[in-house]
């Protein structure tokens, strides 16, 4: 398989997916597969299918929740894994997206995801992050209720990425 090169997508860096057999990280795949069986009329899942004890089994560490909120275009985060957690050094619970130092390319591929109603991954820095990673990725999946704008964003972190989304 060869590694498919990173794209630039209205001027922010992301790789939109559709298919989850491109993704290496275990817990990446299965999540996006369950979001794939979710997904309602409109496309994409509604918030009330994000049901921590429906993720597939071993996910839910490697999982952030985060709320959009239309009026203000802010990120907050409702719900942070432990491997999150562990990974950061802190606990992003409650947290705006726009309260950490360094975020302003995060919240560009937050909004990339809202306005473009797609999932999405990425690979990058851990810059805000207390431990030596020198690598993450994120899986980006969006839920929203039909004809409404995106109100909720899953994460799911891989904190030792060996390889990006692959072609066959």
């Known amino acids: 398989m060869r590694k498919r090169e990173p794209r630039t997508h209205d001027g922010v860096w992301l790789h939109p997916l559709e298919d989850p057999g491109l993704l290496c990280d275990v817990q990446q795949r299965a999540v996006f597969e369950y979001w794939l069986a979710m997904r309602a009329e409109n496309g994409l899942p509604t918030p009330?299918?994000?049901d921590p004890v429906q993720l597939p089994r071993g996910c839910l560490p490697f999982v952030m929740v985060k709320e959009?909120?239309?009026?203000?275009?802010?990120?907050?985060?409702?719900?942070?894994?432990?491997?999150?957690?562990?990974a950061s050094g802190f606990d992003g619970t409650n947290i705006y997206s726009d309260q950490l130092t360094g975020s302003a390319g995060t919240i560009d591929r937050f909004t990339w995801a809202v306005v473009h109603r797609q999932p999405y991954w990425y690979q990058g820095s851990l810059a805000f992050s207390v431990n030596d990673f020198k690598q993450?990725?994120?899986?980006?999946?969006?839920?929203?209720?039909?004809?409404?704008?995106?109100?909720?964003?899953?994460?799911v972190f891989d904190f030792n990425p060996e390889t990006g989304p692959t072609d066959e």
């Open 48 to 50: 009330s299918r994000i």
């Open 68 to 86: 959009h909120e239309p009026d203000s275009g802010r990120f907050r985060t409702r719900l942070a894994g432990t491997a999150f957690r562990n």
């Open 136 to 155: 993450f990725s994120v899986l980006v999946l969006p839920f929203a209720e039909p004809d409404l704008p995106v109100s909720r964003l899953l994460c």
